[in-house]
């Protein structure tokens, strides 16, 4: 397997041979919640130090994760790693033999092929009134994978909210994210048509939402020009995010009828982590 570079974004050239062990998607993982060093890993993890240290060695060599800084923690001098994308598309084959989603092909924010839209996350590092970190960015993997199902060609349209321009605002946006981890989410919630309260409760016409496993996607016209839309993807708390997420991956039929549709998330298997929604509207 090697790595090139399409248009900015980074894009794996699958081989029969496993793409990742287990251990290697659990480090990306992390790190695409926040930078940590490898001891920090292993111990969150509960893994052998060494066979993190491995680990960490094959992803730095194969491009997937970067050095960020170097930092003096318990008297040594630590190597502090983060992702090296907060998206990868991984090819089988060539983008134009890619599956097609039946539909109206995800107009206004695919076109003719390509991605017409920055998607937007919280950034991992504080910030914010709140000096909140976001670990939305794991989810903007799981969208961009969906959306790569539209696609012709790849491209880099990923950034993070405090990296946001007003020029960027300019565009289609899909932002990820409630309004504690997300500003640009913030800036925009009172113009929603489903909107947080002052609690990050969910707010409809109809009724209000308090669940923290309760998330919405919406689409609305973009204040920022009159000629782009928005769509906002988030929840009360993370688990709301990624209810929502999955709600968008999974009826993502409604979504094209719908201005709003509301969602709370569940867990099926009883493991804790929330794998199925349930539409509430």
């Not at 790190?31 to 890993?41: D, G, H, S, T, V």
């Not at 993190?52 to 491009?63: A, F, N, P, T």
């Not at 990923?158 to 994210?177: C, F, H, P, Q, W």
Request: proline fraction near 4%; hydrophobic fraction near 35%; glycine fraction near 8%.
């Amino acid at each position: 397997m090697h790595i090139v570079k399409e248009n900015g974004t980074l894009v794996m050239e699958a081989e029969e041979k496993q793409l990742f062990s287990g251990l290697q998607l659990k480090i990306m993982k992390l790190l695409a919640e926040n930078e940590k060093y490898p001891k920090e890993i292993a111990r969150e993890l509960r893994a052998d130090e060494q066979k993190v240290y491995y680990h960490i060695r094959q992803l730095e060599k194969k491009g997937f994760i970067s050095l960020a800084k170097k930092e003096e923690r318990s008297g040594a001098l630590a190597k502090i790693y983060r992702i090296s994308s907060p998206a990868f598309v991984v090819r089988f084959g060539e983008f134009a033999r890619a599956r097609r989603v039946p539909g109206n092909g995800f107009y206004p924010f695919v076109k003719n092929g390509l991605l017409d839209a920055k998607i937007i996350v919280g950034s991992p590092d504080p910030h914010g009134p709140e000096k909140a970190r976001s670990r939305d960015v794991s989810f903007a993997v799981d969208l961009a994978l969906f959306i790569g199902t539209f696609l012709t060609r790849a491209g880099h349209s990923v950034i993070e909210d405090k990296d946001t321009t007003s020029d960027d605002l300019r565009n289609n946006l899909i932002i990820i994210g409630g309004p504690v981890t997300n500003k640009v989410t913030r800036m925009i919630n009172e113009k929603l048509p489903v909107r947080f309260d002052s609690r990050k409760n969910i707010q409809s016409k109809k009724r209000t939402y308090r669940g923290d496993d309760c998330g919405f996607v919406v689409k609305t016209d973009n204040p920022w020009n009159d000629g782009k839309s928005i769509m906002v993807i988030a929840g009360k708390r993370y688990s709301g995010t990624k209810a929502a997420v999955l709600g968008f991956i999974k009826h993502f039929e409604l979504i094209e009828k719908r201005s709003h549709m509301i969602v709370e998330g569940m867990d099926n298997d009883g493991d804790g982590e929330i794998d199925d929604v349930r539409v509430l509207e």
